[in-house]
């Protein structure tokens, strides 16, 4: 018996047989461009495979030079590339997976000076204006994505992903918005079918009849002269008769000015178009996007909304959720919280991939938390997100831990965070954690303040006593409108109608957010607000509808720089559009000067102003907490006087810009060290 019958189902694709419907999607991780990566790579696919995912789907692999996603990608073009994938496969295959290449020409996208497109048509996103293909050209790119599937069957994989969304070259073939052309491969929306419809046709005819063939369509574009609903359910019948297995779905391109992944997208909010899909088409369509639980997966499935589902991130976050899920341990799945801190953020700056709450993804090779034989006994003092690490790790590898916590509940700067409208998954990781805790035997200690004399008997300490919020200095500060952001989130206090931010660093966004979020937003006013519609429109788009103004918020920083620029890549845009459409008057280059019954008094430009607000909330950074530390180095025990086997971790290290990414990273290593 499951709690996931419909998700554990195995599924027949072709000739390819799915042990269960859930696929890890694609997802560029930065090990896929040098073959010198592989062994890495395969490591982390082989991990997957062990931990119970039905079918893996690779990144992104070029069909030709034109098609790269960034000078000298991954591609998949001759059979020296298809012999040296050969690690990939068999990694898989022996840890009794099943893996998809997915096969990609980023058109204008490419981040290289040799990009290819439809049309000249320079994207938002990258700076490079791309040449525009002859027809010959178009011709000779199906004949290349063809000639790369039959590449990646003799290089073993057991199925091919053709990336048809996300505004890649396929995707731009078929939109008016990127192609102009008059010639057979545009003026008509038959015409700008024809592309994906011949690389199908092309790939069916090499691979034979039962090879998987999944194509990955664009349900929505979310871009103005996008492809409307009725254009793409005649793309997907055309590509079922051309012998497409499988469809896998997308969402928005990437310059689309509406949020599809991050954590305020509500979750499963694009399922209806799947649903619609699924009337489409008779062979099997696979969900995507905003799925993190099991139990939403396996929801999918039995309603009928979806054959399978796609999950990506979900697997950064723990390799073993399927297992989990299957053995009955689905309260241990470290849950993917849609940050992109480390995933998208690392992936669209160059940097190897990995999870904010799990360092270990794509460094499987690297960070290895090796069983240990050592007899030691570890003290953990502090229950945020780098203590957690720490201690849970350090008991993974067979240390005895105890872990204190001045506190009532675990989980430090998160349990601020899990107050945030759209930020509710933060939960999840308070919830892994407690489970975790128990799991692999933590002793923990709450409501049990330390002193080093009390860590005395411990062989190793780990000191990871957080951060406290910078106060104020200005005059005024004491004033009983000023509030900490610890104290607003936590509900000991509430804001007033009129609200003055001091800080706009991340907290403050989130503050500013969670002051002027609208508490009865339902999934119809996501969509209006960010001016999604059925999908019938061109692009899915309409007009957006105005947020309704819920508090006069004010948000204010000293710096000069637009406010948000720090913000992480692929989320800060949208946090920054959201705070523009509720109204919180941004205002930078402020010089505080003081509070007093009138409000708030500032200076901009050499212009005094009061800002007559009730509330003034202070999310001006943080200052580490370090006492017990300094009480350890300064104890009169030779053995922690001299700070050995004493470690400092987390924001009591460095509070300057700490985030979870860091704390958590810097918990797992040391554990691993111990
Ligand atoms: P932060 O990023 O350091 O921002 C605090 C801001 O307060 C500073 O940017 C500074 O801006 C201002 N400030 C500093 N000292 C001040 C003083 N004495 N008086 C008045 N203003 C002062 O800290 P945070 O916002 O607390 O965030 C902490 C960490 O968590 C950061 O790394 C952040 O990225 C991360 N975080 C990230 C997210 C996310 O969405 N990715 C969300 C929450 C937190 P000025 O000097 O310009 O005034
Ligand atoms: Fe999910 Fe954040 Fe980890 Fe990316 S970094 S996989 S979004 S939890």
Not at 217 to 222: E, Q, T
Not at 283 to 293: G, K
Not at 352 to 371: D, G
Not at 550 to 568: A, C, D, M, S
Request: charged share 25%; net charge neutral.
């Amino acid at each position: 018996m499951t709690d996931y019958p419909h998700l554990l189902e195995p599924i027949q694709l072709g000739d390819l047989t799915l042990r269960n419907r859930v696929v890890m999607g694609s997802m560029h991780t930065g090990l896929e461009d040098h073959t010198w990566h592989f062994p890495r790579l395969a490591a982390f696919f082989a991990e997957r495979a062990r931990g119970g995912v039905g079918l893996i789907i690779t990144g992104g692999y070029a069909v030709n030079r034109r098609g790269w996603l960034k000078p000298f990608a991954g591609e998949m073009r001759t059979r020296l590339d298809a012999m040296r994938h050969r690690v990939i496969t068999d990694a898989v295959h022996d840890a009794g997976g099943a893996i998809a290449l997915q096969v990609i020409h980023a058109g204008r996208y490419g981040y290289s000076p040799f990009n290819a497109g439809a049309s000249d048509i320079k994207s938002p996103i990258t700076p490079f204006k791309p040449k525009r293909l002859s027809a010959k050209e178009i011709d000779a790119t199906a004949d290349d994505f063809a000639r790369s599937i039959e590449l990646a069957r003799k290089a073993g994989y057991d199925a091919v992903e053709v990336m048809g969304s996300e505004g890649y070259f396929i995707n731009q073939m078929l939109a008016r918005r990127t192609n102009d052309r008059t010639d057979e491969w545009g003026g008509s929306a038959e015409k700008r079918m024809r592309f994906p419809v011949e690389v199908v046709k092309r790939a069916r005819a090499q691979v034979g009849p039962d090879f998987p063939i999944i194509y990955r369509i664009s349900l929505l574009d979310l871009v103005e002269d996008g492809q409307t609903w009725e254009e793409i359910a005649e793309l997907a019948r055309r590509l079922e008769a051309a012998g497409v297995t499988m469809f896998n779905t997308g969402i928005g391109w990437h310059e689309a000015r509406v949020p599809t992944i991050i954590t305020q997208v509500p979750q499963g909010a694009w399922l209806p178009w799947t649903e619609r899909l699924k009337g489409v088409v008779s062979v099997p369509v696979a969900a995507s996007n905003r799925i993190n639980s099991p139990g939403q997966a396996e929801e999918i499935i039995a309603t009928g909304k979806a054959d399978l589902v796609s999950m990506a991130r979900p697997f950064l976050a723990d390799a073993e959720f399927v297992n989990k899920a299957a053995e009955g341990r689905a309260d241990e799945i470290n849950t993917c919280i849609a940050c992109n801190q480390a995933c998208l953020d690392h992936t669209f700056r160059n940097r190897t991939a990995s999870c904010l709450l799990n360092p270990r993804a794509c460094h499987e090779t690297q960070l290895v938390l090796t069983p240990t034989r050592r007899k030691a006994t570890v003290a953990v003092v502090g229950a945020g997100p780098a203590g957690l690490s720490a201690a849970i790790s350090a008991a993974e590898r067979g240390l005895a831990v105890t872990l204190f916590e001045a506190g009532d509940a675990i989980g430090g700067q998160f349990r601020h965070a899990m107050e945030i409208p759209g930020k509710e998954d933060f939960r999840e990781s308070v919830r892994y954690w407690t489970r975790r805790l128990e799991v692999v035997g933590v002793d923990v200690r709450l409501n049990t303040r330390v002193v080093a004399t009390d860590l005395s008997s411990y062989d190793e300490v780990v000191v990871a006593t957080g951060v406290q919020g910078r106060d104020l200095t200005i005059p005024g500060a004491d004033h009983p409108s000023v509030v900490s952001y610890a104290d607003l989130l936590s509900g000991r206090v509430t804001a007033g109608e009129r609200v003055a931010v001091i800080g706009a660093g991340g907290v403050g966004v989130d503050v500013a957010h969670y002051l002027t979020h609208d508490a009865g937003e339902k999934i119809g006013d996501w969509y209006a607000h960010w001016g999604v519609g059925t999908g019938d429109e061109v692009g899915g788009l309409v007009a957006k509808t105005p947020r309704p103004t819920v508090r006069e918020v004010y948000l204010l920083q000293r710096k000069t720089t637009p406010i948000g620029i720090g913000l992480g890549k692929t989320s800060g845009w949208a946090h920054r559009a959201v705070l523009k459409d509720s109204g919180v008057q941004q205002i930078s280059g402020v010089r505080y000067d003081r509070i007093d019954d009138a409000g708030l008094h500032l200076t901009v430009d050499g212009v005094s102003r009061v800002l007559a607000v009730d509330t003034i909330v202070v999310c001006a950074g943080q200052e580490p907490v370090r006492e017990v530390y300094d009480e350890l180095l300064a104890s009169t025990d030779t053995r922690m006087g001299s700070g050995h086997g004493v470690h400092l971790i987390g924001g009591a290290d460095v509070a300057a810009e700490l985030d979870a990414k860091r704390a958590i990273a810097q918990g797992t290593k040391l554990a691993a060290a111990l």
